[in-house]
T-cell receptor
Framework: DAGVTQSPTHLIKTRGQHVTLRCSPI?????VSWYQQVLGQGPQFIFQ???????GRGNFPDRFSARQFPNYSSELNVNALLLGDSALYLC??????????FGPGTRLTVL | QKEVEQDPGPLSVPEGAIVSLNCTYS??????FMWYRQYSRKGPELLMY????GNKEDGRFTAQVDKSSKYISLFIRDSQPSDSATYLC????????????FGDGTTLTVKP
């Protein structure tokens, strides 16, 4: 079975631009979470979606938004990029009541 | 102050050594505790998942939780070079592992 997939693998943006990151969960997993991992730090929770509804939001500004589609895939959008948004963005999916499985991440560099 | 503090390392040990990795936390409401391994430029991989205080063993790995002291540990026996990675502790308020709070990780190098 395929694991969690994320696209793109990495990308470079400039300050003020907008970015969309994509995630496909493991088949059968209805919950998707997004985390931001800055170099040298642990992942920080951004959003969780379950059955297309937001189930939690971390301490991130409104420039960050996300959604989940009927096939349970998800997008993370970040507007007005700042240099500090440079990080590895991780997507994780989980079945009901189970552990979460992480994708390989998207490495975002903001110049 | 962060809710979860982890010994920053880096930690370097010879092959075959016993490794001890530790985290402390401030929120007594945390109920579930996890250890992840993360190789360079990869996503975290779950190693251990435990709820109650005490020890849980899985092969060469033992997870220890002391809720009264708000302290968790991961022990690795007979460490191997392939164990070289960053180890992250994580915890949640309930069974929803999708809202985990992570430590900043300890980088371990096991030398042959």
């Amino acid at each position: 079975d395929a694991g969690v997939t994320q696209s793109p693998t990495h990308l470079i943006k400039t300050r003020g631009q907008h970015v969309t990151l994509r995630c496909s969960p493991i088949s059968g997993h209805k919950s998707v979470s997004w985390y931001q991992q800055v170099l040298g730090q642990g992942p920080q929770f951004i959003f969780q979606y379950y059955e297309k509804e937001e189930r939690g939001r971390g301490n991130f500004p409104d420039r960050f938004s996300a959604r989940q589609f009927p096939n349970y895939s998800s997008e993370l959008n970040v507007n007005a990029l700042l240099l500090g948004d440079s990080a590895l963005y991780l997507c994780a999916s989980r079945p009901s009541g189970g552990e979460q499985f992480f994708g390989p991440g998207t490495r975002l560099t903001v110049l | 102050q962060k809710e979860v503090e982890q010994d920053p390392g880096p930690l370097s040990v010879p092959e075959g050594a016993i490794v001890s990795l530790n985290c402390t936390y401030s929120n007594s409401a945390f109920q579930y505790f996890m250890w992840y391994r993360q190789y360079s430029r990869k996503g975290p991989e779950l190693l251990m998942y435990t709820y109650s205080s005490g020890n849980k063993e899985d092969g060469r790995f033992t997870a220890q939780v002391d809720k009264s002291s708000k302290y968790i540990s991961l022990f690795i026996r007979d460490s191997q070079p392939s164990d070289s990675a960053t180890y992250l502790c994580a915890m949640t308020l309930n069974t929803n592992a999708g809202k985990s709070t992570f430590g900043d990780g300890t980088t371990l190098t096991v030398k042959p």
